[in-house]
């Protein structure tokens, strides 16, 4: 049977790049550290860290240096999709291999098919491995809830769904409905901006970027402890670094990286995303320092 237990904050890490584009190892090992240091529950490795940007060598190094530096602290769940079936399966197979706990995986999306071919390929993907898979709903690759639930019942290892495709309040909630009596676990995701919300229509955990971990361990405890008005209140005092944080992949990937240095998280330089991505200039770094400085988040 596929692990149905994991919940919590699973932040998706962000990749230290330097200037001359390479990884920057020794800070990769420094954010598993502080997020771990931070209470998280698991991490993740997914769009947020550019692995779409990656060489297959760079992704195995990145995957294996973050299961390593966890050491079965928390779990770890790796992006293994691909526009072709079998590629998708060597990446999950070789993500089983490197040690990954679970899998997160897009429908394709580049040509558009039936939802039939999405589910079989689910399926396939999921026969070929024996861990479980959450399926990532988002708006450019959509997971229905109705299509969720026939995955889920397609294979057993498709027990997970990360509902991203806005607005995530409602589709949680049918995704909830529908799913009940199939076993599929359900966790939030673009950015976290909403996780009360979906806690409170059956997320049972959320996948945030990178930069506020230790903000999304107190919104949880709070949550479990039944004071959502305090979960609440943390969420309504970060809204501004949200709206800060709610812009598209590329762009936000910097953005993301400079709050990691900012943060003390990732050493000065390491802060460049994989190209193509349009960079912030200099007064939207600004306006980042200064909204960090207002929550005393320099250095922390």
């Given at each position: 049977m596929p692990d149905r237990s994991m919940k919590g904050v699973y932040p998706i890490?962000?990749?230290?790049?330097?200037?001359?584009?390479?990884?920057?190892m020794d800070d990769l090992e420094n954010q598993v550290e502080w997020m771990i240091g931070k209470g998280v529950h698991g991490l993740g490795i997914a769009v947020a860290t550019e692995i779409y940007k990656f060489t297959e060598a760079e992704r195995d190094l990145i995957l294996s240096t973050v299961v390593r530096?966890?050491?079965?602290?928390?779990?770890?769940?790796?992006?293994?999709?691909?526009?072709?079936?079998d590629v998708a399966i060597a990446y999950s197979k070789r993500a089983e291999?490197?040690?990954?706990?679970?899998?997160?995986?897009?429908?394709?999306?580049?040509?558009?098919?039936?939802?039939?071919?999405?589910?079989?390929?689910?399926?396939k993907i999921a026969e070929s491995v024996s861990l479980p898979i959450f399926l990532q709903d988002q708006n450019t690759a959509p997971v229905p809830p109705a299509m969720a639930v026939a995955c889920a019942?397609?294979?057993e290892n498709l027990c997970y769904i990360k509902v991203e495709t806005p607005p995530t309040i409602p589709r949680m909630g049918e995704t909830q409905k529908l799913a009940e009596g199939t076993g599929l676990v359900l966790f939030g995701g673009a950015g976290g901006a909403f996780a009360?919300?979906?806690?409170?229509?059956?997320?049972?955990?959320?996948?945030?970027?990178?930069t506020l971990p230790d903000m999304f361990v107190r919104v949880w405890d709070a949550f479990q402890a039944g004071d959502e008005d305090t979960a609440n209140a943390e969420m309504r005092r970060h809204a501004a670094l949200f709206g800060m944080l709610a812009q598209g992949q590329g762009f936000a990937n910097w953005i993301y990286k400079h709050i990691m240095v900012r943060r003390g998280v990732f050493s000065p330089g390491s802060d460049f995303a994989r190209h193509p991505g349009l960079k912030p200039d200099t007064e939207h770094f600004k306006e980042i320092d200064s909204l960090l400085e207002s929550h005393d988040l320099i250095g922390k």
């Open positions: 890490l962000s990749a230290p790049i330097n200037e001359k584009g390479q990884l920057v530096v966890a050491n079965g602290r928390v779990k770890v769940v790796m992006n293994t999709g691909g526009e072709g079936t291999e490197l040690g990954a706990d679970a899998l997160m995986i897009r429908p394709t999306s580049f040509i558009p098919v039936a939802a039939s071919e999405n589910i079989e390929y689910f399926g019942k397609r294979h009360v919300e979906e806690f409170k229509r059956g997320s049972v955990g959320t996948m945030p970027g990178s």
